[in-house]
T-cell receptor, first 113, second 115 residues
Framework: QKEVEQNSGPLSVPEGAIASLNCTYS??????FFWYRQYSGKSPELIMF????GDKEDGRFTAQLNKASQYVSLLIRDSQPSDSATYLC?????????????FGGGTRVLVKP | KAGVTQTPRYLIKTRGQQVTLSCSPI?????VSWYQQTPGQGLQFLFE???????NKGNFPGRFSGRQFSNSRSEMNVSTLELGDSALYLC??????????????FGAGSRLTVL
């Protein structure tokens, strides 16, 4: 079992719809959770992070964390073609020293006009 | 404020050679991490440096090494290159806050092709 798992996709959503991405992790003691977006040929850029159970909203993005069920999700509202990218879930595990993040394989999102 | 700068951006090497990649973190960031990204394995952690000390190391062979200088700039070296070392090498810097919300900011990466 991978430490951080994501559905590889592609997740195809029509423009204006909500894209829902999920991520599960194995380390129950994990502390912080990050969502990065990576366009093809580019490096990952941070969308948002969350470390408390519940929802956190930032613009069109909402991160949801459920530590009891060990999953974190990302909702993209009013999806735009420019949101087409790979979304990486990253977890800072309690067993990890320093700033090490463990990444999932990413979910590719395609927003169709 | 300048971002994370990685050099070179692209390089081609042959098997058996060695390569050195450089990373300049965001000003004020003292933690520098390195990741390898390949289509098959995704983003994998190589190592992290803080205050010139390796604080964490991933599961890579000893051919992969790194160091950090007093100005927080970091280099990583791969010796005896293999075809499987072809990848995008990403450097990320962060502040070292006591909270768990330390955010990694990535550089543009160095794309290494081994022939």
């Amino acid at each position: 079992q991978k430490e951080v798992e994501q559905n590889s996709g592609p997740l195809s959503v029509p423009e204006g719809a909500i894209a829902s991405l999920n991520c599960t992790y194995s380390d129950r003691g994990s502390q912080s959770f990050f969502w990065y977006r990576q366009y093809s040929g580019k490096s990952p850029e941070l969308i948002m992070f969350i470390y408390s159970n519940g929802d956190k909203e930032d613009g069109r993005f909402t991160a949801q964390l459920n530590k009891a069920s060990q999953y974190v999700s990302l909702l993209i509202r009013d999806s735009q073609p420019s949101d087409s990218a790979t979304y990486l879930c990253a977890v800072r595990m309690i067993k990890a020293a320093g700033n090490k993040l463990t990444f999932g394989g990413g979910t590719r999102v395609l927003v169709k006009p | 404020k300048a971002g994370v700068t990685q050099t070179p951006r692209y390089l081609i090497k042959t098997r058996g050679q060695q390569v050195t990649l450089s990373c300049s973190p965001i000003s004020g960031h003292r933690s520098v991490s390195w990741y390898q990204q390949t289509p098959g394995q995704g983003l994998q952690f190589l190592f992290e440096y803080f205050s010139e000390t390796q604080r964490n190391k991933g599961n890579f062979p000893g051919r992969f090494s790194g160091r950090q200088f007093s100005n927080s700039r970091s280099e990583m070296n791969v010796s005896t290159l293999e075809l499987g070392d072809s990848a995008l090498y990403l450097c990320a810097s962060s502040l070292d806050l006591s909270s768990g919300a330390n955010v990694l900011t990535f550089g543009a990466g160095s794309r290494l092709t081994v022939l």
